[in-house]
């Protein structure tokens, strides 16, 4: 079976043409927006505090976590601190005796 010029100009179109909507290969993924707030934690002793600044148009919910060394020691969690944009919070937890880890997270 011969394809005659015309079905193979079609088909060749067919291929090299993508969908509408679809990237072509020379276009970039759209790129996704920074958010979080930059976080500095520091321990003393046994107490632990954190600084977050905001430097983005969204609003980060930021929460305080810290590991207790001694097993009989409860681990903190704090409660969500919303931290909004161009804005700086303190967030503060502590253990009894020696803090093993301090960590921040981020909700959007």
Same mark, same amino acid.
């Given at each position: 079976?011969?394809l =005659?010029?015309a079905?193979?100009?079609a088909?060749?179109l067919l291929?090299a043409?993508?969908? =509408?909507?679809?990237?072509s290969?020379?276009?970039?993924?759209?790129?996704?927006?920074p958010?979080g707030?930059e976080?500095r934690?520091?321990?003393a002793?046994s107490?632990?505090?954190?600084y977050?600044h905001?430097?983005?148009p969204?609003?980060?919910?930021?929460?305080?976590?810290?590991?207790?060394?001694?097993?009989?020691?409860?681990?903190?969690?704090?409660?969500?601190?919303?931290?909004?944009?161009?804005q700086?919070?303190?967030?503060?937890?502590r253990?009894?005796?020696?803090?093993r =880890?301090?960590?921040? =997270?981020?909700?959007?």
């Amino acid at each position: 079976m011969r394809l =005659s010029g015309a079905v193979l100009a079609a088909l060749a179109l067919l291929v090299a043409v993508p969908p =509408s909507g679809a990237a072509s290969l020379g276009e970039a993924a759209p790129k996704p927006r920074p958010f979080g707030a930059e976080c500095r934690t520091g321990v003393a002793g046994s107490a632990v505090i954190a600084y977050c600044h905001n430097p983005y148009p969204e609003t980060d919910r930021v929460r305080l976590h810290v590991e207790c060394d001694q097993w009989w020691d409860i681990d903190v969690d704090s409660a969500p601190v919303e931290a909004g944009p161009a804005q700086t919070v303190r967030l503060t937890g502590r253990c009894w005796k020696e803090v093993r =880890s301090a960590w921040v =997270s981020h909700q959007k």
